[in-house]
T-cell receptor, first 115, second 109 residues
Framework: DPKIIQKPKYLVAVTGSEKILICEQYLGHNAMYWYRQSAKKPLEFMFSYSYQKLMDNQTASSRFQPQSSKKNHLDLQITALKPDDSATYFC??????????????FGSGTRLTVL | GQQVQQSPASLVLQEGENAELQCNFSTSLNSMQWFYQRPGGSLVSLFYNPSGTKHSGRLTSTTVIKERRSSLHISSSQTTDSGTYLCALLNNAGAKLTFGGGTRLTVRP
């Protein structure tokens, strides 16, 4: 049973459109994150949230907006999509924001392709 | 510059051979973690190893802080070991991991 659910698994979008990537965790964790993995770059940190509040943002573009409607949800809204946004987006969680990396759990990812 | 560098970028083995994967980092270390990424993309934590040597089955991780390196040794490789191995640094400000580019391992029967 996956404890971090990401939906959809695959997503195809056209340039200029808007999409929302869904992440739900059932681990009872208080911290959630988004990471991105593209063909050209290593897996890279995007955002961290703790108790539904933004803690760190390493994404330069405001086109990427996390949304936390519930404690165990952290969705990622991406607007004005560009082909360079094509990547696999991973959601992760940990018990607390300051937890060691040993307790960081990843979802299976959403592979986004922007045409 | 890139803070975490992994080598080799890819490696092909025959089943039963051993593998040594390297991770070098250019910043001070808070902790080091190794992940296995399945061909389908999901990530599995292998080791949390800020220093010293840790063992788990056929896997051994060794981190030498003063030399700014960590290694992952896989003994008696199996075809199911195929995938990408990633090392990542944890910075001092929380669970923000900086990943290396990975080593893609292929084990042939």
């Amino acid at each position: 049973d996956p404890k971090i659910i990401q939906k959809p698994k695959y997503l195809v979008a056209v340039t200029g459109s808007e999409k929302i990537l869904i992440c739900e965790q059932y681990l009872g964790h208080n911290a959630m994150y988004w990471y991105r993995q593209s063909a050209k770059k290593p897996l890279e940190f995007m955002f961290s949230y703790s108790y539904q509040k933004l803690m760190d943002n390493q994404t330069a573009s405001s086109r990427f907006q996390p949304q936390s409607s519930k404690k165990n949800h952290l969705d990622l809204q991406i607007t004005a999509l560009k082909p360079d946004d094509s990547a696999t987006y991973f959601c992760a969680s940990s018990q607390e924001i300051w937890a060691s990396a040993e307790t960081l759990y990843f979802g299976s990812g959403t592979r986004l392709t922007v045409l | 510059g890139q803070q975490v560098q992994q080598s080799p970028a890819s490696l092909v083995l025959q089943e039963g051979e051993n593998a040594e994967l390297q991770c070098n980092f250019s910043t001070s270390l808070n902790s080091m973690q190794w992940f296995y990424q399945r061909p389908g993309g999901s990530l599995v934590s292998l080791f949390y190893n800020p220093s010293g040597t840790k063992h788990s089955g056929r896997l051994t991780s060794t981190t030498v802080i003063k030399e700014r390196r960590s290694s992952l040794h896989i003994s008696s490789s199996q075809t199911t070991d195929s995938g990408t191995y990633l090392c990542a640094l944890l910075n001092n400000a929380g669970a923000k991991l900086t990943f290396g580019g990975g080593t893609r391992l292929t084990v042939r029967p």
